[in-house]
């Protein structure tokens, strides 16, 4: 049976909502001296790209960019079998950083915990900020984004896809219903 999709954010609404999350870190942290991205595999990783550009546009500078998989940081990774294990790739000390984790869409918050995790095997940050494209709610642990694109209130058993196209851009946002 085919699953029904709507479009809830359009290539013009997503750079909007980068747009927002870029202008918000940088009056949070009062500018980018010590800001670092981390983008979560696979999706955070091309979002913390377009919020560098962004960010580069903004103030003038290029914040440091690096990308985590958490593969090997999930919790569910036995029931999980054999998941593809993925580059991290952070190629500057995180120590007294202030690190904002990218993601594409916050869900049950154990990717982030996962993340956290692996981040903190390569320092100690000053601050670890969450930004995320969409916060769709349904929370297993205490985390929340301090930066969001677009709240979606949605059931558990819908899912929500950020589509990306072959330069790894979004250019949608969709919901789906089973």
């Given at each position: 049976m085919a699953k029904a999709q709507t479009a809830i954010l359009d290539k013009a609404g997503i750079k909007r909502a980068i747009t927002r999350i870029a202008h918000e870190?940088?009056?949070?942290?009062?500018?980018?001296?010590?800001?670092?991205?981390?983008?979560?595999?696979?999706?955070?990783?091309?979002?913390?790209?377009?919020?560098?550009?962004?960010?580069?546009?903004i103030e003038g500078v290029e914040v440091p960019l690096g990308s985590v998989d958490i593969t090997m940081y999930r919790d569910d990774l036995a029931a999980r079998?054999?998941?593809?294990i993925g580059k991290t790739d952070i190629p500057f000390p995180l120590d007294d950083k202030h690190v904002v984790l990218v993601d594409d869409v916050l869900y049950t918050g154990r990717t982030i915990r996962s993340a956290m995790d692996a981040l903190m095997d390569f320092g100690r940050p000053s601050?670890?900020?969450?930004?995320?494209?969409?916060?769709?709610?349904?929370?297993?642990?205490?985390?929340?984004?301090?930066?969001?694109?677009?709240n979606v209130?949605?059931?558990?058993?819908?899912?929500?896809?950020?589509?990306?196209?072959?330069?790894?851009?979004?250019?949608?946002?969709?919901?789906?219903?089973p």
């Open positions: 870190i940088l009056e949070y942290n009062k500018g980018s001296e010590k800001l670092v991205l981390i983008g979560i595999r696979t999706g955070g990783d091309h979002l913390a790209r377009l919020l560098q550009s962004r960010i580069s546009e079998g054999n998941l593809p601050t670890i900020q969450l930004a995320v494209l969409i916060d769709r709610g349904h929370r297993e642990l205490p985390i929340r984004a301090d930066y969001v694109g677009r209130p949605t059931a558990r058993e819908e899912d929500v896809a950020v589509v990306f196209d072959e330069k790894k851009s979004p250019f949608e946002v969709r919901l789906i219903k």
